[in-house]
């Protein structure tokens, strides 16, 4: 990372994040776990009309508000294509948030600062690894980056009541995109321990009570985009499923979630374990970053105490729920990031952390060849097992094998070139070749695997172009995948219910209707002479039962009475 970069290079390396995220945009399917159902909501919102209530199938979508649906479904009415609408809205998030983190750091610290922030969170492998994939959270933290950024602008910079407003909307605009976009707006306690030092940069607040007002209505705005007409929407109808949709959500996967969460539980160390792994390269540093934070969160200086005290808070929020998974605290990188910029360039001229950032580049380059290697050479028995299960072949691992040869190449010319003196340049090289490799490479050679497709293009040359399909026990990318206008019999329905209603819909015509079947749900009124086993995909294996292959006189409810896995 050069201290100083000409405008030339400002540019270059602009370009080179911006196509280095970019790359793959295209070349694949939705893959689990969330992106199909992310995809199945916004097709039907495209093919219906109804923006308001996401479906999954036949059934409502109450898990997440439909903010990140709305801009897929935006997206593929730009750009007409499928592939590429479902992971723009992420591509164009974390573009967002870079620029956001730029900025902010320039403001605060100076060009220097920004520099460093911006690619500080660019070389971060969870924010690749979120920029490639089609969930919310890299939307999410777009947004809350967006509110941290105003509020810090209104808190430190100038006192003009449409910061504050923004900063607030932003955080009600990520409220309905995940229930968790409000946590901009505990900046206000680091902001209380400093409000003095604060004032002294950005001045008195003039008329408090209005900026105040202003705060209230920028946050009842953002939520009120899809909350106001959502509530409207249920009140007025007399269907009972969109008042449980309105309570699950409004509820349920907030309140519920977080207090007393009933999957994803870890304990409260869980997130040092996050840290220290998705935040690499980053989190080498840490053991020169604490000490200089500290120093001048002694100091109280208000731009550290703001961004440090708010990402804790942040750690700290969601330590204390009993469910955690490693994107909850994605939205503290950017922040972080930012308070680490104006120190990157006097740390980056150390030995030793040119030396553990060299370290870093050289473990990506064996890992890259030594893979690759193994890869093409043969893998052990153990790996094959395991691609057996999830459908892979091996001139698919042959083609893995190949990429990640190529991508330590890469990243050896890099080490070869970069030394000690320019490691920081070196790592922003290595992660653009890694997000390249990642996107171009790695992903469409798994993807007919990992996707689906392969699996229910196989089911449809299986039935032939005249059978009628349905759905029992499914996952949300074989509704996606497949060839044809499928029945699904509810997705969050027991297996029992599920057989209750798929019973009589194959007895109605069994030479024309076949039933795609987890391998688990498969009960006693199957004849699995009569059936299908289709194969392995995504660790589980799939049948199809004809309505031929279904016992007379016997009740398909009676099948294995075991509950569809949670989300």
């Not at 946050?219 to 007409?229: E, H, I, R």
């Not at 309140?255 to 690499?280: D, E, I, M, S």
């Not at 939205?331 to 308070?339: G, R, T």
């Not at 922003?428 to 790695?442: F, R």
Request: glycine fraction near 8%; include cysteine; charge should be positive.
């Amino acid at each position: 990372m050069s201290p100083r970069p000409s405008s030339a290079a400002f540019l270059l390396t602009a370009l080179l994040v911006a196509l280095a995220l970019f790359a793959g945009l295209g070349l694949r399917d939705p893959s689990p776990p969330d992106e199909p159902r992310f995809v199945l909501a916004a097709q039907h919102m495209v093919a219906s009309g109804d923006w308001m209530f996401p479906r999954r199938g036949s059934e409502l979508y109450a898990e997440k508000p439909p903010t990140f649906m709305w801009l897929q479904a935006a997206s593929y009415t730009l750009v007409r294509d499928w592939r590429l609408a479902f992971l723009l809205p992420s591509w164009l998030a974390a573009m967002l948030a870079l620029a956001l983190a730029w900025d902010l750091a320039r403001r605060l610290w100076g060009r220097d600062a920004a520099w460093h922030a911006a690619l500080a969170l660019f070389v971060c492998v969870q924010f690749g690894l979120q920029a490639k994939r089609a969930q919310i959270d890299m939307v999410l933290v777009a947004m809350t980056t967006l509110s941290l950024y105003a509020l810090c602008r209104y808190i430190l910079l100038q006192r003009d009541w449409r910061w504050l407003a923004l900063g607030t909307f932003a955080a009600g605009l990520g409220t309905v995109t995940k229930g968790v976009g409000f946590l901009p707006l505990l900046l206000c306690l680091p902001w209380w321990i400093v409000r003095g030092r604060c004032a002294e940069r950005a001045g008195r607040t003039p008329r408090p009570w209005l900026h105040a007002l202003a705060g209230v209505a920028g946050f009842v705005a953002g939520a009120g985009v899809w909350l106001v007409p959502m509530l409207a929407a249920v009140h007025a109808s007399a269907d009972p499923a969109l008042h449980a949709y309105a309570r699950e959500m409004l509820l349920k996967q907030t309140g519920t979630r977080y207090a007393n969460a009933w999957h994803h539980l870890k304990p409260a160390w869980y997130y040092l374990q996050v840290v220290a792994t998705l935040w690499l390269p980053g989190a080498l540093l840490l053991p020169w970053l604490l000490p200089a934070w500290w120093r001048r969160l002694r100091r109280r200086d208000p731009r550290f105490v703001l961004l440090l005290g708010w990402s804790v808070l942040v750690l700290v929020f969601f330590s204390l729920s009993p469910g955690k998974r490693e994107v909850y605290i994605f939205p503290a990188l950017p922040a972080l990031c930012i308070a680490a910029g104006p120190l990157l360039h006097g740390l980056l001229r150390r030995r030793g952390v040119a030396r553990v950032l060299a370290g870093w580049l050289a473990l990506l380059a064996v890992a890259g060849l030594g893979f690759g290697a193994a890869l093409l050479a043969g893998p052990p028995a153990a790996l094959l097992d395991t691609a057996a299960r999830r459908g892979i072949d091996g001139p698919t691992l042959h083609l893995l094998g190949l990429w990640l040869l190529a991508f330590g190449v890469v990243v050896a010319a890099i080490v070869a070139w970069s030394r000690l003196r320019r490691a920081g340049t070196g790592v922003v090289l290595a992660t653009a070749a890694l997000w390249a490799t990642y996107g171009l490479g790695l992903l469409p050679a798994l993807d007919a695997d990992s996707s689906a497709r392969a699996l229910m293009h196989d089911v449809g040359a299986r039935i032939g172009p005249d059978a009628q399909l349905g759905l029992l026990a499914w996952r949300e990318q074989h509704l996606l995948q497949a060839d044809r206008a499928a029945v699904d019999f509810g997705f969050k329905r027991s297996w029992q219910d599920q057989w209750r209603a798929a019973g009589p819909w194959l007895a109605a015509a069994p030479g024309r209707r076949w039933l795609f079947v987890l391998e688990e749900a498969l009960g006693p009124c199957v004849e699995r002479a009569g059936a299908q086993r289709v194969g392995q995909s995504n660790r589980r294996t799939w049948w199809l039962v004809p309505g031929t292959a279904m016992r007379p006189d016997c009740d398909p409810a009676a099948t294995a009475g075991v509950e569809p896995p949670p989300d």
